[in-house]
């Protein structure tokens, strides 16, 4: 009997950035579920840049508030260094201002905690079908 992982070898490689041990816990288990990503874990700024400098990554979620940078910031570094993946903004609430700061900073997108995963698995979807023709 086949298994899911296998049904779906060509996972996608998703970084979660994110200190919150409640919160990654919870939505990893509501990922696998899915069994589309592989997922990987930072916990810092500092962990994030050294997993994306020696791994390849489709996409990545990086919440506004880690304990070393901001992730604004974050994402703003990211992108002058010329990464073109999906970069998806995590937040505890939704406010216009932590949004225009994340699309300004270079995010593709902006969810909050709250978010329904299968609605942020359809965003990211969607993020990600541009970034795979390209990279053809």
């Given at each position: 009997m ?31 579920f ?82 329904r ?20």
């Open positions: 086949a298994t899911s992982d296998s049904l779906r070898p060509n996972k996608q490689a998703l970084l979660l950035v994110e200190n919150d041990s409640a919160f990654v816990d919870d939505f990893v288990t509501s990922l696998n899915y069994g589309i990503f592989d997922i990987d874990i930072a916990r810092t700024a500092a962990e994030a840049l050294e997993k994306l400098h020696s791994n390849c990554f489709d996409a990545l979620l990086i919440d506004v508030a880690l304990p070393d940078m901001d992730g604004h910031d974050l994402c703003r570094r990211m992108r002058e260094s010329g990464a073109v993946i999906p970069i998806v903004m995590l937040a505890p609430v939704d406010s216009d201002a932590d949004l225009i700061r994340a699309l300004n900073a270079g995010a593709n997108d902006f969810v909050t905690r709250s978010l995963i299968d609605v942020f698995l359809a965003r990211l979807r969607a993020h990600l079908r541009p970034y795979e023709r390209n990279r053809r």
